[in-house]
């Protein structure tokens, strides 16, 4: 009989493992992504994590980047075509007219969104396979008042986790009049350079998207394209204009950037993207912008609309690059080391009704001696060590040590839960 050699497992390429202590960090950064959009009025939405392949290549484009070469496509029994989701726009979009919630209530429909999302791309730094987004989506409504309000809740919440080293970018892409012809002028102009294979299919499919191209002898012929800005309808140049006097009144900086075009099919109008300066090539710590065509796209009524993805782990690394550690709150208040069988029952016990009072308590398991075991209460990070040997219990106390100080006073067993709920407050 052979024994198959057991081999050791790891993440599978371009994913990593979230672990303590910095998976505290990396959740405290969620919730402060999502915190400006819940005092907004968005409420929350959670879509599945695979969909209709279709989907996303009507929705997010059968030209892009994501849809031809980065999506994890799964078929199953054959018949039925899915997709791990790229982006989170198309399902919320999908959701949204599946439940028909643009018909419940007024509108916009706002919903923010905090997940995984899966593209198969070349791994590198900030760069992954699964990575996570908090996103919002204003669905329905046409008003420059909500793109700005976006982008000024996205802002808000970059500010308020410390960062400053970002550069707020802004495009219009114009709308279903202009574009077109401004889409025809820059094809002539891209059909005049020498340009690869790939980049001239691409020319031909969405000239829009070779703005967005990242290499140098790209870009170097580009200096002259014709700009999307000189081509902008009346109507969109008004919006664009209004946008942007919303956000200076309300002191957000931006820098106009008429390259930008983004990686998806589907926007309109204004388009915008965060750019971390401390970040290397994967600079982009969140995107969006409008998209009045989507849900049109996806077979619903005209629904103008617009929203934002905001990249969690790229966020994380430009927290790191600005050197900004989060003050968050130990999550031990109390740890307990019980010397001796009985002790330790009767910790237990406590250690029970102090969680059930709200006091975040831990204790120490296994047969570790009293030296290990206040080694583990120092590590814990917890204000408080309760050490209970039988004698103590004999006498109804427990030993309450204040590990800042190094003080230890007994206290009574039954005195514990409101004394350590008093000392907490
Ligand atoms: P996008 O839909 O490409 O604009 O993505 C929105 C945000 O998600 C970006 O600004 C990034 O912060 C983040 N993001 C996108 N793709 C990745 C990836 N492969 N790895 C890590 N973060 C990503």
């Known amino acids: 009989m052979t ?23 990396f959740l405290a950064i969620r919730e402060a992504l999502a915190a400006p959009l819940r005092r907004a009025g968005y409420g929350y939405i959670e879509t599945p994590v695979f969909e209709d392949l279709k989907l996303f290549s009507r929705g997010v484009g059968e030209s892009t980047d994501i849809v031809t070469k980065e999506m994890f496509s799964l078929t199953k029994r054959g018949k039925e075509d899915l997709a791990l989701r790229p982006e989170g726009t198309a399902s919320v979009v999908r959701a949204t007219l599946q439940a028909n ?16 999302f899966y593209r198969y791309e070349r791994p590198q730094a900030g ?12 669905i329905g409504a046409e008003d420059p008042a909500l793109d700005a309000e976006l982008i000024i ?23 279903k009049q202009c574009r077109p012809v401004y889409r025809a002028a820059l094809q002539e102009f891209l059909t005049g ?13 969405n000239p829009l998207r070779v703005l967005d191209d990242k ?54 109008r204004t388009t915008f993207e965060f750019v971390h300066n401390g970040l290397g090539a994967q600079s982009a710590i969140g995107g969006g912008g409008r998209y009045d065509g989507l849900s049109e796209m996806l077979g619903g009524p005209a629904l103008p609309s617009v929203g934002w993805g905001l990249g969690v782990d790229r966020t994380y690394l430009a927290m790191e690059a600005e050197g900004i550690v989060l003050d968050l709150p130990g999550t031990t208040a109390v740890y307990a080391v019980a010397l001796g069988e009985q002790a330790k029952n009767v910790l237990f016990a406590k250690v029970v009704e102090l969680r059930r009072a709200g006091v975040a308590t831990d204790l120490a398991f296994g047969v570790k001696g009293i030296k290990n075991a206040m080694k583990s209460a120092d590590r814990s ?27 230890q006073t007994p206290v009574a067993l039954d005195a514990l839960v409101t004394t350590l709920k008093e000392k907490q407050q």
């Open 3 to 25: 024994e198959e050699k057991l081999s050791t497992f790891t993440a599978p390429k371009g994913t990593y493992d979230l672990l303590p202590p910095s998976s505290a960090t």
């Open 381 to 407: 990070g917890a204000r408080w060590a309760l050490v209970a040997g039988d004698r103590d219990l004999a006498d109804g106390v427990v030993q309450l040590k204040d590990m800042t100080t190094g003080e």
């Open 127 to 138: 760069r992954y396979r699964q990575f996570s987004q908090v996103g919002a989506e204003a």
């Open 193 to 205: 350079l020498d340009l690869d294979e790939d980049t001239r299919r691409r020319a031909e499919i």
């Open 101 to 116: 919630l643009h018909k419940l209530g007024n509108l916009p429909v706002k919903l923010w969104y905090s997940g995984s």
């Open 153 to 175: 809740l996205a802002d808000d919440s970059f500010r308020a986790l410390g960062l400053r080293d970002y550069t707020l970018l802004i495009n219009s892409l114009g709308d």
């Open 215 to 268: 290499r140098e002898a790209v870009q170097a012929q580009l200096t002259d394209a014709p700009r999307l800005r000189d081509f902008l309808c009346e109507d969109c140049k008004v919006y664009d204009e209004q946008v942007r006097e919303l956000l200076t009144a309300a002191g957000v900086a931006f820098t106009d950037d008429p390259k930008l075009v983004r990686g998806l099919d589907y926007y309109t």
